[in-house]
C-alpha cells in the first residue's frame, strides 16, 4: 500500500490550501483515512479523519469550522481543504489508513499507513 500526499506549500495567514492523497495498492474503500500533522518541535498529531463511506468526518478542535476532509472513493483521493489558514497550522501534513475501529480514529497508533508528508508553512 502506497499513500502519497501533495498540495503543500507557503501561504499568508488567511489562505487556503487543499491537501490531496493517493492511495495505491489496496482497498481504498475499507479503510477510514485520516490526516495528521506535525509542526516544529512538536509530536505529531490528528488533524481530520473520515469514514469508509465519506458519510462520516471527524476533527480536532483546533481545526473544526476552518478544514474540510472528503474522499473519492472511485478514484482512491482523499482530499483536506483548509481555509483560514493560521501559522499555528504550519506543520507537515501525513495522510494515512486504518483499518481499525471507529472509536480509535483519532488514534495515530491505530493507522497502518502512512503517506511521506507534505509540508504547509503560514506566514502572518
Known amino acids: 500500500v502506497q499513500l502519497q500526499a501533495c498540495g503543500g506549500g507557503s501561504v499568508q495567514a488567511g489562505d487556503s490550501l487543499r491537501l490531496s492523497c493517493a492511495a495505491s495498492g489496496g482497498t481504498f474503500r475499507n479503510w477510514y483515512m485520516g490526516w495528521f500533522r506535525q509542526g516544529p518541535g512538536k509530536e505529531r498529531e490528528f488533524v481530520a479523519a473520515v469514514h469508509r463511506g465519506g458519510s462520516s468526518t471527524y476533527y480536532s478542535d483546533s481545526v473544526k469550522g476552518r478544514f474540510t476532509i472528503s474522499r473519492d472513493n472511485a478514484k482512491n483521493l482523499v482530499y483536506l481543504q483548509m481555509d483560514s489558514l493560521k501559522p499555528e497550522d504550519t506543520a507537515v501534513y501525513y495522510c494515512?489508513?486504518?483499518?481499525?475501529?471507529?472509536?480509535?480514529?483519532?488514534?495515530?497508533?491505530?493507522?497502518?499507513?502512512w503517506g511521506q508528508g507534505t509540508l504547509v508553512t503560514v506566514s502572518s
Open positions: 494515512a489508513a486504518s483499518t481499525s475501529v471507529l472509536s480509535a480514529i483519532r488514534d495515530l497508533t491505530s493507522y497502518r499507513y
